[in-house]
């Protein structure tokens, strides 16, 4: 799976611009003490944008794996 994504670079005068991609989906839950994020492509695709800007690497590796799957 390729998929290349837009980073929006951070801007002191606009501040941090989250950028959804279309009919995303995001929904989070608590199971046992662990926070369950879940989400349709678009959601997750939306969301390792996000931890790309603030350089989250571990967490971008985890949902794109989710993705395949």
């Known amino acids: 799976m390729k998929k290349e994504v837009e980073i929006i670079e951070y801007s002191s005068e606009r501040g941090i ?3 959804w991609e279309d009919g ?3 929904k989070t839950s608590i199971q046992d003490n662990v926070v369950v994020i879940r989400g349709d492509t678009a959601g997750l695709v939306s969301l390792a944008q996000h931890l790309l800007k603030q350089k989250c690497p ?4 985890f949902i794109m794996m989710n993705l395949i799957h």
Do not use: D, P
């Open 17 to 19: 611009q989250l950028v």
């Open 24 to 26: 995303s989906t995001i």
């Open 58 to 61: 571990r967490a971008i590796m």
